[in-house]
């Protein structure tokens, strides 16, 4: 069974340091992808970086980066240089490549950017 | 530049009552989700459609019936709503197995 774990429930940090959220795995499927999303407060839901598990480099976007370590089942996000705009939910999310496609969350960490 | 749109924003429902919630995407998508958002818990998925014509059962299926009615459309149905069902509902597609997932903006759902 695929599952997705969050283990920080909040965190802060303070403006213009990094900051990483955890999030690890458990699937028995050989080729997955992993994503993370940005929830602010307004609700949506918007897509920051993707790394496949075939993927031999960690995935980079601007200011986020995705620490990927396969064999600890462990993808967890990095902001650096944080923003106000910043603070917002943040989920962790996995799907197989092949074979049943369910696309499942984390339970997420809220992450507040200090002044 | 529509994505995936959701209808209502909001419902509240009677215990008992029935309802759909609908959900169309314009970008041509194969695969459809939906889920359930509550406090603490995370996305929840419910029902999913890997392509048009399937769907499949989610993490948290019981009580909801989904159609995928064609590639666009996915709809989620509550029989007979329950206390527990309020929450809010997210719509999301996405185009293959390693491209993201776009959203609706959620439906916000309270039973009484």
């Known amino acids: 069974a695929q599952k997705i774990t969050q283990t920080q429930p909040g965190m802060f940090v303070q403006e213009k340091e990094a900051v990483t959220l955890d999030c690890t795995y458990d699937?028995?499927?050989?080729?997955?992808?992993l994503f993370w999303y940005k929830q602010p407060s307004s609700g949506e839901m918007i897509f920051l970086i993707y790394?496949?598990?075939?993927?031999?480099q960690n995935a980079t976007e601007g200011r986020y980066s995705l620490n990927f370590q396969k064999a600890r089942k462990s993808a967890n996000l990095v902001i650096s240089a944080s923003q106000l705009g910043d603070s917002a939910m943040y989920f962790c999310?996995?799907?197989?490549?092949?074979?049943?496609?369910?696309?499942?969350f984390g339970t997420g960490t809220r992450l507040k950017v200090l002044a | 530049n529509a994505g995936v749109t959701q209808t209502p924003k909001f419902q509240v429902l009677k215990t008992g009552q029935s309802m759909t919630l609908q959900c169309a995407q314009d970008?041509?998508?194969?695969?459809m989700y939906w889920y359930r958002q509550d406090p603490g818990m995370g996305l929840r998925l419910i029902y999913y459609?890997?392509?048009?014509?399937?769907?499949d059962k989610g993490e948290v299926p019981n009580g909801y019936n989904v159609s995928r009615l064609n590639k666009r459309e996915f709809s989620l149905r509550l029989e007979s709503a329950a206390p527990s069902q309020t929450s809010v509902y997210f719509c999301?597609?996405?185009?293959?197995?390693?491209?993201?997932?776009?959203f609706g903006q959620g439906t916000r759902l309270t039973v009484v």
């Open positions: 999301a597609s996405s185009a293959t197995v390693n491209t993201e997932a776009f």
């Open positions: 699937t028995s499927d050989p080729s997955y992808g």
């Open positions: 790394q496949g598990s075939y993927d031999q």
């Open positions: 999310a996995m799907r197989p490549t092949s074979g049943t496609y369910k696309y499942i």
């Open positions: 970008m041509n998508h194969n695969s």
């Open positions: 459609s890997a392509s048009e014509g399937t769907t």
